[in-house]
């Protein structure tokens, strides 16, 4: 049998393997929550151990280009169910301005957009549009799957303001306003440990943990100020995954004494001791020449090989919004 073959086993395998686990969410659906605390002991703890492995001598090879065909604005965050693709976007109709001083708590004006969630087969081919937002909260961040529901925050276009909490149900993409909280929350997962939820906030300088009534548990601040992550994921046990960017300052050489480059990267984060476990750089280019790693991001493990899908670019960079795949294999200390 072929290593291709084996791997499209293992990867069905892992899918049926991801919707089994998730059955516990399935009856507290019914009731019109989703579950919990979930017992996940058994899940898989290979995406952790690989991530563990990668450095800054990983071989990361582009293997396809996905390109999608219908308007995707600003890309934010990406979601793969067995299904469908879930991308987040955001729609720029009037740009924020910043303030010459700042008034009210708020350092530029709201702006004005629409907040989409857009629906894909698998082979992206558009499904559904979904309108998320109310009022100035217009801005979907990052997005995570966790074998029943898409979340998604949609915030202001600000820091220091207030988002929504969305959860979308990935089979019949009924939408449920879960609560809202008082600050820019620009991406958000699951703990399928405890059941709850941590998001980042604007720049990804602080998280905070709720369960799913929307009550706080906990707030930390990031200790590390490598990037700002983007788009993140859960990965058993209790760790988030997140990829992300910032842009630093360049030699006026390159282009004047406001020249920046864009520095991308990828995080592992414990959820337990809310630290940051393994950090790593990731400077790979999109066909607009953005880092890879600039908003939707997710990977996932088949025993040594890794598989890291991003979608880069905005509908009217480049080539459009392509969802790029870059695969590379390591060895993990088992």
Same mark, same amino acid.
């Given at each position: 049998m072929s290593r291709t073959r084996q791997r499209k086993i293992i990867a069905a395998g892992m899918a049926a393997f991801i919707a089994? !686990?998730?059955? =516990?969410?399935?009856?507290?659906?019914?009731?019109?929550?989703?579950?919990? #605390?979930?017992?996940?002991?058994?899940? !898989?703890?290979?995406?952790?151990?690989?991530?563990?492995?990668? %450095?800054?001598?990983?071989?990361?090879?582009?293997?396809?280009?996905?390109?999608?065909?219908?308007?995707?604005?600003? $890309?934010?965050?990406?979601?793969?169910?067995?299904?469908?693709?879930?991308? %987040?976007?955001?729609?720029?109709?009037?740009?924020?301005?910043?303030?010459?001083?700042p008034q009210n708590g708020f350092d530029r004006t709201p702006g004005k957009g629409v907040g989409h969630l857009f629906v894909m087969d698998r082979n992206g081919s558009l499904q559904k549009d979904i309108t998320l937002g109310e009022g100035d909260m217009y801005h979907?961040?990052?997005?995570?799957? @966790?074998?029943?529901?898409?979340? +998604?925050? +949609?915030?202001?276009?600000?820091p220091n303001s207030s988002a929504i909490i969305y959860r979308v149900d990935a089979g019949t993409l009924d939408v449920q306003k879960q609560f809202e909280v008082p600050d820019h929350f620009g991406g958000i997962?699951?703990?399928?440990?405890?059941?709850?939820?941590? =998001?980042? !906030?604007? =720049? %990804?300088?602080?998280?905070?943990?709720?369960?799913?009534?929307?009550?706080?548990?906990? $707030?930390?601040?990031?200790?590390?100020f490598f990037i700002d992550y983007q788009d993140c994921q859960y990965v058993p046990n209790s760790k988030m995954l997140c990829g992300g960017v910032t842009n630093l300052p360049q030699t006026p050489a390159a282009g004047g004494s406001s020249a920046t480059y864009e520095?991308?990267?990828?995080?592992?984060?414990?959820?337990? %001791?809310?630290?940051v476990i393994r950090?790593?750089?990731?400077?790979?280019?999109?066909?607009?020449?953005?880092?890879?790693?600039? #908003?939707?991001?997710?990977?996932?493990? @088949?025993?040594?090989?890794? !598989?890291?899908?991003?979608?880069? @670019?905005?509908?009217?960079?480049?080539n459009g919004t392509e969802i790029l795949t870059y695969e590379a294999t390591v060895s993990p200390t088992h």
């Open positions: 089994l !686990t998730a059955g =516990g969410a399935v009856a507290a659906q019914a009731a019109g929550q989703p579950s919990g #605390n979930i017992d996940h002991h058994d899940v !898989t703890t290979t995406l952790a151990t690989d991530f563990d492995a990668v %450095s800054r001598s990983t071989s990361w090879q582009l293997t396809s280009k996905q390109k999608l065909n219908f308007p995707t604005y600003h $890309t934010e965050g990406i979601a793969f169910s067995p299904d469908h693709i879930f991308l %987040s976007a955001v729609q720029i109709i009037e740009p924020t301005v910043k303030y010459p001083t979907p961040g990052g997005i995570d799957f @966790d074998g029943t529901n898409v979340w +998604v925050p +949609v915030a202001q276009y600000r997962v699951r703990d399928l440990q405890t059941g709850h939820l941590v =998001g980042n !906030t604007w =720049g %990804s300088r602080r998280f905070a943990e709720w369960n799913l009534q929307g009550k706080q548990l906990a $707030t930390w601040d990031n200790p590390n520095l991308g990267g990828m995080a592992m984060i414990d959820l337990t %001791s809310q630290s950090e790593v750089p990731f400077q790979k280019w999109s066909t607009a020449g953005h880092v890879a790693t600039r #908003n939707p991001f997710k990977m996932t493990a @088949d025993g040594d090989h890794l !598989t890291l899908k991003v979608a880069p @670019d905005n509908g009217d960079e480049g």
